[in-house]
Protein backbone atom coordinates (compact mmCIF):
# COMPACT_ATOMS: atom_id res chain seq x y z
CA UNK A 1 0.00 0.00 0.00
CA UNK A 2 1.74 3.38 -1.31
CA UNK A 3 0.83 6.01 1.31
CA UNK A 4 3.95 8.59 0.66
CA UNK A 5 5.16 9.67 -2.67
CA UNK A 6 9.08 10.33 -2.96
CA UNK A 7 9.50 12.87 -5.20
CA UNK A 8 10.62 15.65 -2.97
CA UNK A 9 13.20 15.84 -0.63
CA UNK A 10 10.40 15.19 1.88
CA UNK A 11 7.58 12.90 1.35
CA UNK A 12 3.95 13.85 1.99
CA UNK A 13 1.53 11.74 3.55
CA UNK A 14 -1.97 10.86 2.31
CA UNK A 15 -3.37 8.78 5.25
CA UNK A 16 -2.46 7.63 8.55
CA UNK A 17 -2.83 4.29 10.14
CA UNK A 18 -4.23 4.16 13.34
CA UNK A 19 -3.06 0.97 15.41
CA UNK A 20 -5.28 1.01 18.28
CA UNK A 21 -6.03 -1.09 21.37
CA UNK A 22 -3.35 -3.96 21.11
CA UNK A 23 -4.74 -7.26 21.37
CA UNK A 24 -5.99 -10.70 19.31
CA UNK A 25 -9.36 -9.98 16.94
CA UNK A 26 -11.14 -11.88 19.66
CA UNK A 27 -10.47 -8.78 22.17
CA UNK A 28 -10.84 -6.24 19.67
CA UNK A 29 -14.31 -7.65 19.11
CA UNK A 30 -15.28 -7.76 22.68
CA UNK A 31 -13.68 -4.20 22.88
CA UNK A 32 -16.53 -2.95 19.93
CA UNK A 33 -19.55 -4.37 21.62
CA UNK A 34 -18.60 -2.63 25.06
CA UNK A 35 -18.19 0.53 23.86
CA UNK A 36 -21.01 0.35 21.74
CA UNK A 37 -22.95 0.40 24.82
CA UNK A 38 -22.05 3.47 26.21
CA UNK A 39 -25.10 5.09 25.52
CA UNK A 40 -26.02 6.54 29.13
CA UNK A 41 -25.32 10.22 28.16
CA UNK A 42 -28.49 10.63 25.56
CA UNK A 43 -30.64 9.32 28.47
CA UNK A 44 -29.51 12.24 30.46
CA UNK A 45 -29.58 15.08 28.25
CA UNK A 46 -33.02 13.47 27.33
CA UNK A 47 -34.07 13.75 30.94
CA UNK A 48 -33.19 17.24 31.33
CA UNK A 49 -34.78 18.05 28.36
CA UNK A 50 -37.86 17.05 28.87
CA UNK A 51 -38.57 16.66 32.71
CA UNK A 52 -39.37 20.20 33.59
CA UNK A 53 -38.45 20.29 37.39
CA UNK A 54 -34.85 19.68 36.05
CA UNK A 55 -34.77 23.23 34.12
CA UNK A 56 -32.34 23.97 36.48
CA UNK A 57 -29.14 26.04 36.28
CA UNK A 58 -26.92 22.96 38.10
CA UNK A 59 -29.30 20.32 35.70
CA UNK A 60 -29.04 22.45 32.53
CA UNK A 61 -25.04 22.29 33.23
CA UNK A 62 -25.74 18.72 33.54
CA UNK A 63 -27.30 18.45 30.46
CA UNK A 64 -24.63 20.05 28.29
CA UNK A 65 -22.17 18.43 29.76
CA UNK A 66 -23.68 14.99 28.68
CA UNK A 67 -24.30 16.13 25.48
CA UNK A 68 -20.77 17.37 25.37
CA UNK A 69 -19.55 14.07 26.40
CA UNK A 70 -21.43 12.53 23.64
CA UNK A 71 -19.85 14.43 20.66
CA UNK A 72 -16.38 14.28 22.46
CA UNK A 73 -17.02 10.53 22.31
CA UNK A 74 -18.08 10.41 18.76
CA UNK A 75 -15.36 12.61 17.65
CA UNK A 76 -13.14 9.45 18.13
CA UNK A 77 -15.25 5.82 18.93
CA UNK A 78 -16.67 5.27 15.32
CA UNK A 79 -13.50 5.38 13.84
CA UNK A 80 -11.99 3.22 16.55
CA UNK A 81 -15.04 0.66 16.44
CA UNK A 82 -14.42 0.32 12.94
CA UNK A 83 -10.94 0.17 13.37
CA UNK A 84 -11.47 -2.54 15.56
CA UNK A 85 -12.90 -4.83 12.99
CA UNK A 86 -10.41 -3.78 10.11
CA UNK A 87 -7.02 -4.84 8.40
CA UNK A 88 -6.39 -1.37 7.27
CA UNK A 89 -6.81 0.39 9.90
CA UNK A 90 -6.44 3.69 7.83
CA UNK A 91 -7.44 7.55 8.22
CA UNK A 92 -6.53 9.97 5.99
CA UNK A 93 -4.20 12.88 6.45
CA UNK A 94 -7.13 15.69 6.74
CA UNK A 95 -9.40 13.14 8.77
CA UNK A 96 -6.61 13.13 11.05
CA UNK A 97 -6.20 16.69 11.52
CA UNK A 98 -10.44 17.30 11.64
CA UNK A 99 -9.93 14.41 14.90
CA UNK A 100 -7.32 15.95 16.28
CA UNK A 101 -8.96 19.33 16.03
CA UNK A 102 -12.49 18.05 17.66
CA UNK A 103 -11.14 15.73 20.21
CA UNK A 104 -9.03 18.39 21.78
CA UNK A 105 -11.46 21.38 21.26
CA UNK A 106 -14.04 19.43 23.24
CA UNK A 107 -11.99 18.09 25.74
CA UNK A 108 -10.87 22.06 26.28
CA UNK A 109 -14.65 22.60 26.94
CA UNK A 110 -14.99 19.39 29.07
CA UNK A 111 -11.99 21.08 31.28
CA UNK A 112 -14.05 24.23 31.55
CA UNK A 113 -17.14 22.66 32.26
CA UNK A 114 -15.83 20.61 35.09
CA UNK A 115 -14.06 23.95 36.45
CA UNK A 116 -17.82 25.52 36.11
CA UNK A 117 -20.12 23.19 37.79
CA UNK A 118 -17.32 22.66 40.53
CA UNK A 119 -18.31 26.82 40.76
CA UNK A 120 -22.19 26.11 41.06
CA UNK A 121 -21.36 23.71 44.07
CA UNK A 122 -19.21 25.47 45.52
CA UNK A 123 -22.24 28.65 45.46
CA UNK A 124 -24.78 25.64 46.39
CA UNK A 125 -23.06 24.44 49.44
CA UNK A 126 -20.79 27.75 50.42
CA UNK A 127 -23.33 30.71 49.34
CA UNK A 128 -26.91 28.54 49.81
CA UNK A 129 -29.12 32.14 49.85
CA UNK A 130 -26.74 34.08 47.43
CA UNK A 131 -27.46 31.03 44.63
CA UNK A 132 -30.58 31.83 43.02
CA UNK A 133 -29.27 35.56 42.75
CA UNK A 134 -25.92 34.48 40.80
CA UNK A 135 -26.77 31.17 39.34
CA UNK A 136 -29.35 33.02 37.24
CA UNK A 137 -30.55 31.29 33.85
CA UNK A 138 -29.16 34.21 31.89
CA UNK A 139 -25.44 33.93 33.93
CA UNK A 140 -25.83 30.06 33.15
CA UNK A 141 -26.24 30.54 29.56
CA UNK A 142 -23.35 32.85 29.58
CA UNK A 143 -20.66 30.60 31.41
CA UNK A 144 -22.36 27.73 29.12
CA UNK A 145 -21.80 29.69 25.79
CA UNK A 146 -18.26 30.82 27.10
CA UNK A 147 -17.33 27.20 27.96
CA UNK A 148 -18.05 26.29 24.27
CA UNK A 149 -16.32 29.30 22.48
CA UNK A 150 -13.56 29.13 24.43
CA UNK A 151 -12.85 25.29 23.56
CA UNK A 152 -12.93 25.35 19.95
CA UNK A 153 -10.62 29.03 20.16
CA UNK A 154 -8.08 26.99 21.74
CA UNK A 155 -6.81 24.63 19.34
CA UNK A 156 -7.14 25.87 15.62
CA UNK A 157 -3.69 27.62 15.75
CA UNK A 158 -1.83 24.67 17.37
CA UNK A 159 -3.35 22.79 14.86
CA UNK A 160 -2.14 24.80 11.92
CA UNK A 161 1.35 24.86 12.97
CA UNK A 162 1.43 20.60 13.21
CA UNK A 163 -0.59 20.50 10.14
CA UNK A 164 2.29 22.55 8.04
CA UNK A 165 5.05 20.53 9.07
CA UNK A 166 6.34 17.75 6.69
CA UNK A 167 5.62 14.13 7.71
CA UNK A 168 7.81 11.09 6.22
CA UNK A 169 7.29 7.65 6.73
CA UNK A 170 6.28 5.35 8.39
CA UNK A 171 3.10 6.64 8.59
CA UNK A 172 1.67 4.17 11.46
CA UNK A 173 0.76 6.28 14.68
CA UNK A 174 0.88 4.01 17.62
CA UNK A 175 -2.44 4.91 18.77
CA UNK A 176 -6.41 4.92 18.57
CA UNK A 177 -6.41 8.67 18.15
CA UNK A 178 -4.52 11.48 16.17
CA UNK A 179 -2.45 13.00 19.07
CA UNK A 180 -0.19 15.09 19.04
CA UNK A 181 2.83 13.32 20.72
CA UNK A 182 2.68 10.41 18.03
CA UNK A 183 1.92 12.84 15.36
CA UNK A 184 5.21 14.79 16.12
CA UNK A 185 7.41 11.50 16.59
CA UNK A 186 6.71 11.21 12.55
CA UNK A 187 7.78 14.68 11.69
CA UNK A 188 10.59 14.94 9.23
CA UNK A 189 12.24 18.17 10.35
CA UNK A 190 13.46 19.13 14.05
CA UNK A 191 10.64 21.50 15.32
CA UNK A 192 11.68 22.40 18.88
CA UNK A 193 9.41 25.92 19.09
CA UNK A 194 6.23 24.21 17.66
CA UNK A 195 6.18 21.87 20.68
CA UNK A 196 7.16 23.78 22.68
CA UNK A 197 4.23 26.07 21.99
CA UNK A 198 2.26 22.85 21.95
CA UNK A 199 3.06 21.22 25.21
CA UNK A 200 2.80 24.91 27.20
CA UNK A 201 -0.61 25.31 25.59
CA UNK A 202 -1.36 21.73 26.64
CA UNK A 203 -0.26 22.23 30.10
CA UNK A 204 -2.09 25.25 30.80
CA UNK A 205 -5.60 24.14 29.36
CA UNK A 206 -5.04 21.19 32.19
CA UNK A 207 -3.57 22.78 34.43
CA UNK A 208 -5.67 26.24 34.76
CA UNK A 209 -9.21 24.97 34.96
CA UNK A 210 -7.77 21.97 37.86
CA UNK A 211 -6.79 24.49 39.86
CA UNK A 212 -9.91 26.42 39.76
CA UNK A 213 -11.49 23.20 40.55
CA UNK A 214 -9.40 22.56 43.30
CA UNK A 215 -9.91 26.12 44.38
CA UNK A 216 -13.70 25.80 44.14
CA UNK A 217 -13.45 21.91 46.58
CA UNK A 218 -11.04 23.95 48.79
CA UNK A 219 -13.45 26.12 50.01
CA UNK A 220 -16.10 23.99 49.96
CA UNK A 221 -14.35 21.54 52.19
CA UNK A 222 -13.26 24.27 54.32
CA UNK A 223 -17.03 25.64 54.91
CA UNK A 224 -17.77 21.92 55.70
CA UNK A 225 -15.57 21.49 58.13
CA UNK A 226 -16.82 24.24 60.01
CA UNK A 227 -20.12 22.05 60.52
CA UNK A 228 -20.86 20.46 63.68
CA UNK A 229 -22.94 17.43 62.89
CA UNK A 230 -21.94 14.38 60.27
CA UNK A 231 -25.35 14.70 58.51
CA UNK A 232 -24.14 17.91 57.30
CA UNK A 233 -21.40 16.36 55.77
CA UNK A 234 -22.93 13.63 54.41
CA UNK A 235 -25.14 16.21 52.64
CA UNK A 236 -22.66 18.27 51.24
CA UNK A 237 -20.52 15.27 49.72
CA UNK A 238 -23.64 13.63 48.96
CA UNK A 239 -24.06 16.86 46.62
CA UNK A 240 -20.82 16.68 44.64
CA UNK A 241 -19.43 13.76 45.21
CA UNK A 242 -20.71 11.96 41.68
CA UNK A 243 -18.78 15.51 40.14
CA UNK A 244 -15.90 14.89 42.31
CA UNK A 245 -15.23 11.01 40.93
CA UNK A 246 -15.73 12.48 37.11
CA UNK A 247 -13.03 14.94 37.80
CA UNK A 248 -10.81 12.24 39.45
CA UNK A 249 -11.41 10.18 36.25
CA UNK A 250 -11.31 12.91 33.97
CA UNK A 251 -8.15 14.26 35.14
CA UNK A 252 -6.52 11.16 36.42
CA UNK A 253 -6.58 9.81 32.67
CA UNK A 254 -5.59 13.14 31.31
CA UNK A 255 -2.39 12.58 34.23
CA UNK A 256 -1.78 9.32 33.03
CA UNK A 257 -2.00 10.29 29.48
CA UNK A 258 -0.04 13.06 29.23
CA UNK A 259 1.81 13.67 32.47
CA UNK A 260 3.05 10.23 34.22
CA UNK A 261 6.01 8.57 32.90
CA UNK A 262 4.20 6.14 31.06
CA UNK A 263 2.98 8.82 28.86
CA UNK A 264 5.31 8.00 26.16
CA UNK A 265 3.59 4.40 26.18
CA UNK A 266 -0.24 5.55 24.61
CA UNK A 267 -0.83 2.12 23.27
CA UNK A 268 0.16 -0.09 26.25
CA UNK A 269 -1.43 2.12 28.66
Known sequence: MKVYSSSSSSSTMTEFVLLGFPGHR???NLLFSLILMLLGNGAIVCAVKWERPLHTPMYILLGNFAF????????TVPNMLANFLSETKTISFSGCFFQFCFFFSLGTTECFFLSVMAYGWYLAICRPLHYPTIMTGRFCATLISACWVS???CYPVPI???????FCGPNIIDHFVCDPGPLFALICVPA???????????SMIIVGPFLSILGSYTLVLRDVLHVPSGAGWRKAFS???SHLEVVSLF??????MYVSPTSGNPSGM
Do not use: D, R
Not at 251 to 256: H, K, P
Open 251 to 256: YGTLMV
Open 192 to 202: PLIKLICYTFN
Open 68 to 75: LEIWHVSS
Open 239 to 241: TCG
Open 151 to 153: GFL
Open 160 to 166: ALISQLP
Open 26 to 28: EMQ
